[in-house]
């Protein structure tokens, strides 16, 4: 069975710029999760969806970042402008229900020059 | 929130066993995780288990749970150079929220 598909892995731009990270949950999966990774905080929620439908937000850094979920099979993580302070590894994970494991994509490391 | 606690650093001989432990705050998480990281990949659930379990094996990894002193150990019998990894521990603390731990780098020398 295919995972979670995160794209693109790599995304190198320089600030100011807009950034479009893209995620591809397992079928069937009903809850969707975004995270980021770095060095200093280790792994964040950025933002959980249920059903398509945004249920927490809460770790959203700023206005700059937002996020989509327009069907059951893809969302989308947008900052805009990016600055360097948004390099990271942002992941995707996706369970079958919210309280269920949940089962991560490969990442896009993405550096703001 | 929760707070989830793991040593840095684990360096063992390849064939040995490894433990990587964990320490977690809140008593009423239901499940408790733990996924491994290679360079450059995500998060890769290696086992999980219920609270209300003492033990789960699974191959050659064996989680030990201790919820009287909150403490989650993983075992892994004959490691391989394959094991070097991050392995993270992870409890949830609400319907979806899981925290993570910082991750115990283990490598494995021959």
């Known amino acids: 069975d295919a995972g979670v598909i995160q794209s693109p892995r790599h995304e190198v731009t320089e600030m100011g710029q807009e950034v479009t990270l893209r995620c591809k949950p397992i079928?069937?999966?009903?809850?969707l999760f975004w995270y980021r990774q770095t060095m200093m905080r280790g792994l964040e929620l950025l933002i959980y969806f249920n059903n398509n439908v945004p249920i927490d937000d809460s770790g959203m850094p700023e206005d700059r970042f937002s996020a989509k979920m327009p069907n059951a099979s893809f969302s989308t993580l947008k900052i805009q402008p990016s600055e360097p302070r948004d390099s990271a590894v942002y992941f995707c994970a996706s369970s079958r229900d919210s309280n269920q494991p949940q089962h991560f994509g490969d990442g896009t490391r993405l550096s703001i020059l | 929130g929760e707070d989830v606690e793991q040593s840095l650093f684990l360096s063992v001989r390849e064939g040995d066993s490894s433990v990587i432990n964990c320490t977690y705050t809140?008593?009423?998480?239901?499940?408790l995780y733990w996924y491994k990281q290679e360079p450059g990949a995500g998060l890769q659930l290696l086992t999980y288990?219920?609270?209300?379990?003492d033990m789960k094996q699974d191959q050659r990894l064996t989680v030990l749970l201790n919820k009287k002193d909150k403490h989650l150990s993983l075992r892994i019998a004959d490691t391989q150079t394959g094991d070097s990894a991050i392995y993270f521990c992870?409890?949830?603390?609400?319907?979806?929220?899981?925290?993570f731990g910082a991750g115990t780098t283990v490598t494995v020398r021959a």
């Open positions: 809140d008593s009423s998480s239901t499940y």
């Open positions: 079928s069937g999966h009903n809850s």
């Open positions: 288990i219920f609270s209300n379990m």
């Open positions: 992870a409890a949830d603390f609400g319907d979806y929220k899981l925290s």
